[in-house]
């Protein structure tokens, strides 16, 4: 049996797990993610990690397949990021880079396309290879899966469906800039923002106006309970998710939708309004899609790097 | 030098090519489409004319390296046809059956598909290999190539972008049964509607107003003509789609956008009208993607077919 880690840099922690090649997580644990000096501590404090776990757990390198890793920012299918801002990374090739401080192969991949490999492999879309994976955690993220395998793209913004436009008349800016991206109204934030917005039209009764901190969680509590105000917000957001996820599958055609981030939190029944709204907006061809919620969690992005280096 | 044969199946002709495994067309000829009898002819017909060109050039089964084959309807990545309606065909995998017939390799793809490959291989996307190609005609299809290869999709409806939702307060159907597609604006009969319903909004003068039959070509060249309505249905089509293609580039990020059939004789001013507006709407990451037009026009599915069985 041969071995091989996955690594999943975020900005404040690194998450390593190591992996049996049938993709058994054997052991998981997280270092810091030293952002200061540019980020240049950062590869050479996970290739000590990864040597020292090594000579722990007495593997050598012929018995590791690789190391699989991800991190937050555009990276192409060749293993370059271009700009990681989180991380205080330029341009440059993390593959090539952490490849040398270990002497073994690496793959690397943008941290919501290799989360949602992970899910693909492990998670909600087990068995299927092409998958669309929508996280809906503080912003919106997205991996697309194509034959089993990540599409990057030409510069590595492949999936990032957070920045779809859908709405023409809104005023206030996303985070990117632009006005009107699908994250302003189904990240956590958006649907708090819906919220809000719906609250302001009118008087009408909701236990949400008794909230001091409104949040998706709330929400969609408030939708179980049968609110009618919540279930007029769920409505909403399920009338733009949908929308945007028939528009993703006019493109790429996938067997299934897995949809996690923090707001999947919520259950099924997040799937019922998103799904409705689909079947009214897509193709033909495209009806057939499956949806699911994401299984792994926070453990996504160490599944999904160490399948890079799997395959 | 070794040979193949690129095969495009249209719903009244069927388009054939002879290639040498460079790429260069030698020859192309056409033969009819026959869709009696549940198009049961169509494959037979296409092995006789293949087999035919074959003993007329003296070249053995030793020389081809195979045929390629496009049709109209979904098909996946395998080379199986979910029912092609225009042809009267059911289920069945048309590589395999045209294989059989031949005793020759195939590949088979969609035609809209296939015409993409094609424009990335010798036409206006040459030198890429993350392409989105766009077709404007009778309706809007297109394209999608990722790393140098047709996403098909799970059921071969990948690609199918004139399905795209883009109008929530459409009335009208469009011919999927969806109402506000994005066919139904932007193909050569799409700016017809735009401009018609432009031209019942007020009694602003246009030369429009005098056309006995308004078609894409009449409002393009009036747009040169620097007709002001029909500047407006032109901005009109260029916000629709650009904003469009700025969510497809937010699910595949290509290199390049290239723009083909009927509408695109309207010339390099239809790009500046998509672009100007691709890039308002554009993720900031997918903003470097560049426009061009497609340039095979009606050889685009022959070539594609011989680039498939090339590649």
Not at 117 to 143: A, D, I
Not at 211 to 217: L, V
Not at 288 to 295: E, I, R
């Amino acid at each position: 049996m041969r071995y091989c880690f996955g690594v999943d840099v975020g900005g404040t922690t690194v998450k390593l797990g190591f992996f049996d090649e049938e993709g058994n997580l054997l052991e998981k644990w997280e270092i810091p993610t030293r952002t200061e000096d540019n980020g240049k501590h950062i590869l050479p404090d996970v290739a000590a990690s990864i040597l020292d776990k090594m000579k722990e757990r007495e593997v050598s390198r012929e018995d590791i397949v690789g190391v699989g890793i991800d991190a937050p920012g555009p990276i192409d299918a060749k293993g370059t990021v271009y700009v990681a801002v989180n991380l205080g990374w330029g341009t440059f090739s993390l593959k090539n880079e952490l490849q040398s401080l270990l002497n073994l192969p690496v793959e690397a991949g943008n941290d919501a396309n290799v989360a949602a490999l992970g899910e693909m492999w492990k998670g909600g879309g087990q068995g299927y290879s092409n998958v669309v994976v929508v996280t809906l955690g503080t912003g919106v993220g997205g991996g697309i899966i194509v034959d089993g395998k990540i599409l990057s793209g030409a510069t590595g913004s492949g999936g990032e469906i957070g920045h779809i436009h859908v709405m023409d008349s809104e005023t206030e800016p996303c985070n990117c800039g632009n006005c009107g991206c699908l994250e302003q109204y189904t990240s956590a934030t958006g649907i708090v923002r819906l919220a809000k917005r719906r609250l302001a039209e009118d008087d009408k009764s909701s236990v949400l106006r008794e909230c001091a901190n409104i949040s998706a969680k709330t929400v969609f509590d408030a939708v179980k309970d049968g609110d009618e105000l919540a279930i007029e917000v769920a409505e909403r957001f399920g009338q733009i998710l949908g929308k945007a996820l028939a528009g993703i599958a006019a493109v790429v055609n996938p067997e299934i939708f897995v949809i996690g981030g923090g707001v999947s939190k919520a259950g099924p029944i997040l799937l019922d309004y998103i799904q409705k709204n689909y079947m009214q907006a897509a193709f033909t061809g495209a009806r057939g899609a499956l949806f699911s919620l994401a299984t792994l969690g926070n453990d996504a992005g160490i599944y999904g790097a160490a399948k890079l280096v799997l395959d």
